[in-house]
T-cell receptor, first 114, second 105 residues
Framework: DGGITQSPKYLFRKEGQNVTLSCEQN?????MYWYRQDPGQGLRLIYY???????QKGDIAEGYSVSREKKESFPLTVTSAQKNPTAFYLC?????????????FGEGSRLTVL | RKEVEQDPGPFNVPEGATVAFNCTYS??????FFWYRQDCRKEPKLLMS???SGNEDGRFTAQLNRASQYISLLIRDSKLSDSATYLC??????FGSGTKLNVKP
């Protein structure tokens, strides 16, 4: 089945540790995105990539880093510089590189920093 | 000012009721609009795209009002299974905080 796989689903880490969240898609989509969702809030864009080896900052990129070495993969690293990393992280992909077009989401990764 | 704003609700309605949500956006140059459904602790899933001419999918109708910069979602004959949070999205970058719908027997 085609889709987006995020791992791990749940992750607990101590303060000060870097964490990498995995996102893999087999939909052959060019564009991939990372969002963060806090309780009772909408999604906020962290980073996006419209093509391999290229990515752009979203509204809340500080304390995060990404890479896009392969079309299928867009991992997100939550660094120790992120002041409040506990959140629900959602990866998405899209056929379109432009701002239009629907998003297909993974099941999300729930990060708790202790 | 937020890019996208929604009434958080909750909207508590009986089965069979008609309910409508609005979502306002601030950027008049926005190009695409969507409604997503999100169940508790799950990922959002596309409910429908919103076109200038409006569009309907079964019990769901979405409309766009560019002059007043809002989109709407109308749900007719509500079912218990419609209980969820409904997120509006503008382009791929901006999401509202969601409107919670509770449909009760």
């Amino acid at each position: 089945d085609g889709g987006i796989t995020q791992s791990p689903k749940y992750l607990f880490r101590k303060e000060g540790q870097n964490v990498t969240l995995s996102c893999e898609q087999n939909l052959n989509h060019d564009a991939m995105y990372w969002y963060r969702q806090d309780p009772g809030q909408g999604l906020r864009l962290i980073y996006y990539s419209q093509i391999v080896n290229d990515f752009q900052k979203g509204d809340i990129a500080e304390g995060y880093s990404v890479s896009r070495e392969k079309k299928e993969s867009f991992p997100l690293t939550v660094t120790s510089a992120q002041k409040n990393p506990t959140a629900f992280y959602l990866c998405a992909s899209s056929t379109d590189r432009v701002v239009t077009g629907e998003l297909f989401f993974g099941e999300g990764s729930r990060l708790t920093v202790l | 000012r937020k890019e996208v704003e929604q009434d958080p609700g909750p909207f508590n309605v009986p089965e069979g009721a008609t309910v409508a949500f609005n979502c306002t956006y601030s950027n008049s140059a926005s190009q695409s609009f969507f409604w997503y459904r999100q169940d508790c602790r799950k990922e959002p899933k596309l409910l429908m795209s919103v076109y200038s001419s409006g569009n309907e999918d079964g019990r769901f109708t979405a409309q766009l009002n560019r002059a007043s910069q809002y989109i709407s979602l109308l749900i007719r004959d509500s079912k218990l299974s419609d209980s969820a949070t409904y997120l509006c999205a503008v382009n791929k970058f901006y999401f509202g905080s969601g409107t919670k719908l509770n449909v009760k027997p």
